[in-house]
């Protein structure tokens, strides 16, 4: 009995859904939208801020000045370089304190598998996110 | 409504053209118009909101994988776009009872809106399924108007496709209920006796 109700709204629903017809936007909606369309096509033509022949310049301009350095002023007078104390690289106290530290085995492993799960983490990010913006736009 | 040539626009417009958009746009505004009608209620708002559809399904064309037919893709977004709109406008979402009705009381109304002259009867249809919440209307007229299956409407709401079986039955009760409110008394007792 109550199959038949269901079936009967069902049909009902359906011829007056269907004698419904669909709505019609304004008469110049597929104007208005490909206006926006062709605006969106001449204005998002990517542009890089420097050209390739810009960034040929630069580089010959860079290479020029090098070989102008190496030229001039020589390489071999300039002892600059070797004067630099790069010991502070090794002696300072921050690299004399870690030197000291020791870790457990224990430590090591629980840091390890800290850094393992933070790169798994990253394709799954990826994917969920990927799949929110999909779900957006 | 035809896909199999969609993908061959599609190609099209990632090759540059981006005029072959335009049949896109035509083939589906009807319907996308609908929808957004059916969610927004208000005409000037869903053709805005038809608008934002297309201009976000033409950006994303190029990462369109085909991997839902374009049509379902379309509605998605359209689906998107208003639930957007109302979440920023906070609007109140009307519902409707879900009324039982029995197999006389169907026919009964069915009779009573056949008996309308053809203008009355497409207005009745027009006034009842604007009546419905925004869910119910849109569920309705992708259903009848597209013939998605279940499966493929639940990936345009982005819910389960039995509970959009069952908010369909319910939806269909509801749109019951709206005729049987909106029809005078007097027609319903009519047709009532006429079947004692």
Redo the contacts between chains.
């Keep these: 009995m109550k199959d038949n109700a269901d079936k009967l709204l069902e049909s009902v629903v359906e011829k007056a859904m269907k004698s419904a017809h669909l709505e019609s936007p304004s008469s110049d909606f597929t104007k208005m939208v490909m206006a926006q369309v062709n605006l969106k096509s001449t204005t998002t033509v990517y542009q890089p801020l420097i050209s390739k022949s810009g960034w040929a310049i630069i580089f010959g301009c860079v290479i020029a000045f090098v070989v102008y350095l190496y030229m001039v002023l020589g390489v071999s007078d300039s002892t600059w370089f070797e004067s630099i104390d790069f010991n502070v690289v090794s002696t300072n106290d921050i690299a004399n304190f870690f030197s000291k530290l020791k870790l457990e085995q224990v430590t090591s492993y629980a840091m390890l598998v800290c850094g393992v799960m933070l790169c798994a983490q990253i394709p799954i990010l990826k994917y969920f996110i990927d799949k929110r913006q999909r779900g957006v736009t | 409504m035809t896909t199999k040539d969609d993908h061959i626009y599609i190609d099209q417009i990632l090759n540059g053209d ?2 072959a ?2 049949i896109l ?2 083939r589906y ?3 996308v ?2 929808l957004t ?1 059916r969610l927004l209620k208000n005409r000037e708002e ?2 805005e909101a ?2 934002d559809t ?3 399904v ?3 064309l190029p ?1 369109f994988k085909g991997e839902s037919k374009f049509s379902t893709y379309i509605y ?2 359209a689906y ?1 776009t208003c639930l957007d709109r109302i979440k920023r406008n906070k609007k109140h979402l009307n519902d409707v009872p879900i009324d039982e ?3 006389d ?3 009964t ?2 009779n009573a ?1 056949n008996a309308l002259t053809e203008s009355e ?2 207005k009745s ?2 006034d ?2 604007a009546m419905l919440p925004e869910m119910d209307g849109f569920l ?2 992708l259903y ?2 597209e013939d998605l299956s279940l499966d493929e409407m639940a990936t345009v709401v ?1 819910l389960e496709a039995n509970t959009i079986k069952v908010r369909l ?1 319910r939806s ?2 509801k ?2 209920t709206i ?1 049987k409110e909106r029809l005078e008394p007097e027609i319903i007792a009519y047709y009532e006796g006429q079947r004692r």
């Design positions: 981006a005029n958009f335009a746009v035509d505004k009807n319907l118009f609908t009608l869903a053709e038809s608008q297309f201009m976000k033409y950006k994303s990462s998605r977004v998107n009705f029995t197999a009381q169907v026919v109304i069915d809106l009867y497409q249809i027009k009842g399924i309705l007229t009848y108007f982005n039955y269909r009760k749109l019951m005729f």
